[in-house]
């Protein structure tokens, strides 16, 4: 039987339109606070529970289930910087203290979110419709989340080109002491694309719930591949994690059909970011930054 490659290169927009979504925010947050948030898988948990929360539990259009996990995670991302991650970082914290701080704190979040909903894993019971278009399978879900990533990268290329925010988040990223001295608030930056890049988590994690299912680890199986998305990438670059999100979202597509032809679980696919992960570190940790001026 032959593959049918136009169909495995959608679904390698549609995964890397999810990647890159979840992986903006994380790279933005890791390139102005210097270390990895791990935290940030529960941030796409709640999204996704969020939206479950609206659309199941409250019977509203889904529409507004978006807007409440988009809310409800910029929320949590704010509060987690203010009333965590800067505390401890005011109090003499290291990157390491940082880091292990926000697996705590993802351990916390993740136990809250497993009492309100419950452990077992479960769906929105929303059947997305799907037709042909020539050789391609497609469902509304899927258009959904390519248009947003799209419309996500029109924004940030803006946001980060043309407004001062967006000048101050890439001059912080890059040099902070002269961000400093240039009079940039780098609390008031910082805070903002805390909260912005956990908006964005849980907008990723509705998406990933909505085509999968639901489960309080839900954001700890997206965490690793979205970290391969960031460091290959290049830590606080958009532009790199443009490419890298689309690139990872090929290379396991790419995968699957190869374990298929092997006669290997498809469940093997997890393991095509962890080599490209580990390959980047190895010969390009500094990833695909240095390719983009604009980073």
């Given amino acids: 039987m032959g593959v049918n490659w136009a169909q495995v290169l959608f679904n ?58 988009f809310l409800a995670c910029g929320i949590l991302g704010a509060l987690a910087y203010r009333g965590v991650f800067r505390f401890l970082a005011n109090r003499g914290a290291n990157k390491i203290h940082l880091m292990v701080g926000s697996i705590a704190l993802g351990f916390v979040i993740r136990y809250i979110i497993g009492d309100i909903w419950g452990w077992p894993a479960t769906t929105f019971g929303i ?18 989340l390519i248009f947003t990533a799209l419309v996500l990268a029109v924004i940030m290329h803006l946001l980060l080109t043309r407004t001062k925010t ?44 909505a085509i999968a299912s639901l489960s309080p680890l839900l954001g700890w ?15 606080g670059s958009f ?24 006669g290997l679980s498809t469940e093997y696919r997890m393991a095509i970011a962890f080599i490209i992960l580990i390959v980047t570190l190895i010969l390009r940790p500094q990833g695909l930054a240095k390719a983009f001026r604009r980073t």
């Avoid at 997305?128 to 258009?143: A, E, N």
């Avoid at 979202?249 to 092997?262: H, K, M, R, S, Y």
């Fill in 221 to 235: 199986a997206m965490i690793l591949p979205v970290f391969a998305v960031t460091i290959l990438g290049g830590i």
């Fill in 166 to 209: 967006g000048k101050a988040i890439r001059g912080i990223s890059s040099n902070p002491e002269l961000a400093l001295a240039s009079g940039i608030n780098i609390e008031r930056v910082t805070l903002v694309t805390w909260a912005g890049g956990a908006a964005l988590a849980g907008i990723a994690g509705l998406f990933w719930g």
């Fill in 239 to 262: 532009y790199g994690v443009l490419a890298a999100a689309f690139i990872i979202g090929l290379a396991e597509n790419i995968g699957v059909v190869a374990l298929t032809q092997l």
């Fill in 127 to 144: 059947r997305w419709p799907g037709f042909d278009i020539g050789p391609l399978r497609v469902t509304d879900l899927w258009l959904a």
């Fill in 12 to 69: 390698s927009a549609v995964t890397g339109s999810l990647y890159l979504i979840a992986a903006v925010g994380l790279t933005l947050t890791y390139g102005l606070s210097g270390f990895p948030n791990f935290a940030y898988a529960e941030f796409m948990t709640l999204g996704a529970y969020m939206g479950y929360f609206v659309v199941r539990q409250l019977g509203f259009d889904v529409y507004f289930a978006f807007i409440a996990a």
